[in-house]
């Protein structure tokens, strides 16, 4: 089963800042599209931005400015920016890898972002 292994999550002001970590295997994370999800309570799922091996970058349109993705292939790791958080913030956020077929999708565990007001 692969893993990917979320951390960064905890309790943040309004207007803070938090950088979210995702460590992937290196026999996926060379090829194919991570992500960046989240899920707040009695809500969907939805998308936050994602980022392909080659660099390419999409965030939902409401997030732009204000969260970044980026990778770090040495270290097989996605990261998640996000600055000037607001208390609509808070979620659970959610790794995720898919193969550029989307046949193959992982998710992580989880990990909790809560933004005070």
């Known amino acids: 089963q692969v893993q990917l292994v979320e951390s960064g999550g905890g309790l943040v002001q309004a207007g803070g800042s938090l950088r979210l970590s995702c460590a992937a295997p290196?026999?996926?994370?060379?090829?194919?599209?991570m992500g960046w999800y989240r899920q707040a309570p009695g809500k969907q799922r939805e998308l936050v931005a994602t980022i392909t091996s080659g660099g390419t970058t999409t965030y939902t349109d409401s997030l732009k400015g204000r969260f970044t993705i980026s990778r770090d292939n040495a270290k097989n790791t996605v990261y998640l920016q996000m600055n000037s958080l607001k208390p609509e913030d808070t979620a659970a956020y959610y790794c995720?890898?898919?193969?550029?077929?989307?046949?193959?999708?992982?998710w992580g565990q989880g990990t909790q972002v809560t933004v005070s007001s």
């Open positions: 995720n890898y898919r193969n550029f077929r989307a046949t193959v999708n992982y």
């Open positions: 290196g026999s996926i994370f060379s090829i194919g599209v």
